[in-house]
């Protein structure tokens, strides 16, 4: 007995360690159920949305009610391109949004700039500001601005829609903690060869953040795209409305919500957004990614 006990190998530290291949297999399958499940409840609404654009008014109210369309049905989009002044109010989105988008790339990137490589007095008392304006709710601000470009006479153009929102604390946040990770190395550098401050951030800075500046321009055109509350304010005309404020004054029947019609201004309302987001999904996972791994 002794000498086949000490025949044997006693197992090491490692293998005890080792979870046994029943519980490494259960253990998968429960991430996978669990991944599973998170996709559904992600995707859940927006398939239902999907599904209740093609169903009547009648279906849609049933109870209990049903996942599939019983009779699918084009009306929704139909009625809703009919009772919408359509183009104005998409194009009134699309200038908006644009606009908003690309001034907060060019903006939010000079300001992340010098609050990152520049050195001046107050430098970090400003980026203690700027993060402080995070805190501040939207809805404190929204008389006081109002007032403003009343003053401005600036209430139902697209510059009043566009000027407030032209720059934002997040994005001056994003793009200062992308680029404290360029090396310093590089843009002194350049500095040394006699570039100027200038050339060196657009020629040098610039091209290196494109996974930021597509993250950034996603999340600022996906915010600027759906904002509802501020051109509802802004705009007392509708031809100044955007898509989301048209889509919700005129969707609402007499005594109640067409949810058909609703449904279908909402599936056309997302499809922008998710060009935009497959067109720059790549860059916007190396963005968020790579953000912040310095300081």
Same mark, same amino acid.
């Given at each position: 007995?002794?000498?086949?006990?000490?025949? %044997?190998?006693?197992?090491?530290?490692?293998? &005890?360690?080792?979870?046994?291949?029943?519980?490494?297999?259960?253990?998968?399958?429960?991430?996978?159920?669990?991944?599973?499940?998170?996709?559904? !409840?992600?995707?859940?609404?927006?398939?239902?949305?999907?599904?209740?654009?093609?169903?009547?008014?009648?279906?849609?109210?049933?109870?209990?009610?049903?996942?599939?369309?019983?009779?699918?049905?084009?009306?929704?989009?139909?009625?809703?391109? !009919?009772?919408?002044?359509?183009?104005?109010?998409?194009?009134?989105? /699309?200038? @908006? +949004?644009?606009?908003?988008?690309? +001034?907060?790339?060019?903006?939010?990137?000079?300001?992340?700039? +010098?609050?990152?490589?520049?050195?001046?007095?107050?430098?970090?008392?400003?980026?203690?500001?700027?993060? +402080?304006? *995070? #805190? @501040?709710?939207?809805?404190?601000? *929204?008389?006081?601005?109002?007032?403003?470009?009343?003053? /401005?006479?600036?209430?139902?153009?697209?510059?009043?829609?566009?000027?407030?929102?032209?720059?934002?604390?997040?994005?001056?946040?994003? #793009?200062?903690?992308?680029? %404290?990770?360029?090396?310093?190395?590089?843009?002194?550098?350049? %500095?040394?060869?006699? !570039?100027?401050?200038?050339?060196?951030?657009?020629?040098?800075? #610039?091209?290196?953040?494109?996974?930021?500046?597509?993250?950034?321009?996603?999340?600022?055109?996906?915010?600027?795209?759906?904002?509802?509350?501020?051109? *509802? $304010?802004?705009?007392? =005309? =509708?031809?100044?409305?955007?898509?989301?404020?048209? &889509?919700?004054?005129?969707?609402?029947?007499?005594?109640?919500?067409?949810?058909?019609? /609703?449904?279908?201004?909402?599936?056309?309302? $997302? @499809?922008?957004?998710?060009?935009?987001?497959?067109? *720059?999904? %790549?860059?916007?996972?190396?963005?968020? !990614?790579?953000?912040?791994?310095?300081?």
């Amino acid at each position: 007995m002794t000498a086949v006990a000490q025949g %044997r190998e006693a197992p090491t530290t490692t293998e &005890l360690d080792q979870p046994a291949p029943q519980a490494r297999a259960s253990r998968g399958w429960l991430v996978t159920t669990l991944l599973v499940l998170g996709l559904l !409840a992600l995707i859940g609404p927006f398939l239902w949305m999907l599904l209740g654009s093609i169903k009547t008014q009648g279906e849609l109210l049933q109870l209990p009610p049903t996942w599939l369309p019983e009779a699918p049905t084009l009306d929704n989009y139909r009625r809703l391109f !009919a009772r919408l002044d359509f183009v104005t109010y998409f194009s009134n989105s /699309l200038v @908006v +949004a644009g606009f908003v988008t690309t +001034a907060n790339l060019a903006f939010c990137s000079m300001l992340g700039y +010098a609050l990152a490589k520049l050195r001046f007095a107050g430098r970090n008392k400003l980026f203690l500001l700027v993060m +402080a304006t *995070l #805190m @501040v709710p939207g809805s404190v601000t *929204l008389v006081p601005l109002f007032v403003l470009m009343s003053k /401005l006479e600036l209430v139902n153009t697209h510059a009043g829609l566009i000027l407030p929102f032209m720059a934002g604390p997040f994005g001056v946040f994003f #793009m200062r903690q992308f680029m %404290r990770s360029i090396p310093d190395e590089l843009i002194e550098a350049a %500095r040394v060869d006699g !570039a100027s401050e200038a050339r060196v951030f657009w020629q040098i800075v #610039m091209p290196l953040t494109t996974p930021a500046l597509a993250t950034l321009g996603i999340l600022t055109f996906l915010g600027s795209w759906n904002n509802f509350l501020w051109p *509802l $304010v802004n705009s007392t =005309d =509708d031809s100044m409305y955007t898509l989301p404020v048209a &889509l919700a004054i005129f969707t609402k029947g007499q005594y109640q919500a067409d949810y058909g019609l /609703l449904m279908a201004g909402a599936v056309v309302l $997302v @499809v922008p957004v998710l060009i935009v987001f497959v067109a *720059l999904q %790549r860059y916007f996972t190396q963005g968020i !990614a790579t953000t912040g791994l310095k300081g």
